[in-house]
């Protein structure tokens, strides 16, 4: 099918961006990559009078060392995610997910930023933003403001992102020298997990140290594994601990039932695939 008639605006930086929101009010709709966008204006599952291409703004690109955290610029492809040197050295998980988006194509044109704002619980890039514990930086009228991972996903497709705000950067704090593993359930090849588990470790002397878990698709937003991580920190790295902590997966989960799973059958699958995570991640 083809889009309804829209007008199209290339802003050059963030304000010029937030004042075309501004001037197009709530029919305005907001394009990065396009990867998730295209398909639904395509369907016309969305009719926007006005499309802003954030495609040409330079500071909404590119990823830096920021001391203690990288920053991710919200338009920066999944492939400058995945192959950037900074995020293999500190943030291995949020390599580790990337690298299981879709298909090289998907990754050379759809962005990091995009992903997140759109929200979707079956995508890759949500559960490790959880457990990595990532801020997000948005700008809009009022000017920018930061949001905590915690309040940032509040429902299927939906953020704290208000109308008329854009994401500007993601600021993930540092994981040197932890292992990670991202594993994922789907059915055929490049499609969207049923269920996937983001799973980051510090251990020390076989002592797990330090555990961040988060799942994908097991609710409406991505679901902080707390339980998991209490069962694993201080205890040694075996095979015991890892299956007795998988077990408390499903803890604080709400998995739903559709075409592709019901709810019994992602809550097996949680619990099986963070204990490969993890068992992965600790080297067991």
């Given at each position: 099918?083809?889009?309804?008639?829209?007008?199209y605006?290339?802003?050059?930086?963030?304000?010029?961006?937030?004042?075309?929101?501004?001037e197009?009010?709530?029919?305005?709709?907001?394009?990065?990559?396009?990867?998730?966008?295209?398909?639904?204006?395509r369907?016309r599952?969305?009719?926007?009078t006005?499309?802003?291409?954030?495609?040409?703004?330079?500071?909404l690109?590119?990823?830096?060392?920021?001391?203690?955290?990288?920053?991710?610029?919200?338009?920066?492809t999944?492939?400058d995610?995945?192959?950037?040197?900074?995020?293999?050295?500190?943030?291995?998980?949020?390599?580790?997910?990337?690298?299981?988006v879709?298909?090289?194509?998907?990754?050379?044109r759809?962005?990091?930023?995009?992903?997140?704002?759109?929200?979707?619980?079956?995508?890759?890039?949500?559960?490790?933003?959880?457990?990595?514990?990532?801020?997000?930086?948005?700008?809009?009228?009022?000017?920018?403001?930061?949001?905590?991972?915690?309040?940032?996903?509040?429902?299927?497709?939906?953020?704290?992102?208000?109308?008329?705000?854009?994401?500007?950067?993601?600021?993930?704090?540092?994981?040197?020298?932890?292992?990670?593993?991202?594993?994922?359930?789907?059915?055929?090849?490049?499609?969207?997990?049923?269920?996937?588990?983001?799973?980051?470790?510090?251990?020390?002397?076989?002592?797990?140290?330090?555990?961040?878990?988060?799942?994908?698709n097991?609710?409406?937003?991505?679901v902080?594994?707390?339980?998991?991580?209490?069962?694993?920190?201080?205890k040694?790295?075996?095979?015991?601990?890892?299956?007795?902590?998988?077990?408390?997966?499903?803890?604080?989960?709400?998995?739903?039932?559709?075409?592709?799973?019901?709810?019994?059958?992602?809550?097996?699958?949680?619990?099986?695939?963070?204990?490969?995570?993890?068992?992965?991640?600790?080297?067991?």
């Amino acid at each position: 099918m083809i889009p309804a008639p829209f007008d199209y605006v290339a802003p050059s930086n963030v304000d010029e961006a937030v004042a075309a929101l501004a001037e197009a009010g709530e029919d305005a709709k907001v394009i990065a990559g396009g990867q998730s966008l295209m398909p639904v204006l395509r369907l016309r599952m969305a009719a926007p009078t006005v499309l802003v291409d954030l495609g040409r703004i330079p500071e909404l690109r590119g990823i830096r060392d920021d001391g203690d955290a990288l920053v991710i610029g919200a338009t920066t492809t999944h492939h400058d995610v995945l192959h950037d040197q900074l995020v293999a050295e500190h943030a291995r998980l949020l390599a580790e997910a990337t690298a299981t988006v879709a298909d090289p194509q998907i990754r050379h044109r759809g962005t990091f930023g995009g992903s997140l704002v759109h929200a979707d619980p079956a995508g890759d890039l949500a559960a490790p933003a959880v457990a990595l514990e990532a801020t997000f930086t948005v700008a809009g009228p009022s000017g920018r403001r930061t949001i905590a991972t915690d309040d940032f996903f509040q429902d299927y497709f939906t953020t704290a992102v208000e109308p008329g705000e854009i994401l500007v950067e993601v600021r993930i704090p540092k994981h040197t020298g932890w292992s990670a593993r991202y594993e994922k359930f789907h059915r055929a090849a490049q499609q969207w997990s049923i269920v996937g588990v983001a799973a980051t470790l510090e251990a020390s002397g076989g002592t797990i140290e330090r555990a961040r878990i988060a799942l994908t698709n097991m609710a409406a937003v991505p679901v902080r594994a707390r339980s998991v991580e209490e069962s694993l920190v201080g205890k040694p790295a075996t095979a015991e601990t890892i299956h007795a902590a998988a077990e408390r997966a499903t803890e604080g989960t709400a998995p739903m039932t559709d075409g592709n799973a019901d709810a019994e059958y992602r809550s097996h699958l949680a619990r099986v695939l963070t204990r490969r995570a993890i068992t992965t991640a600790s080297g067991v």
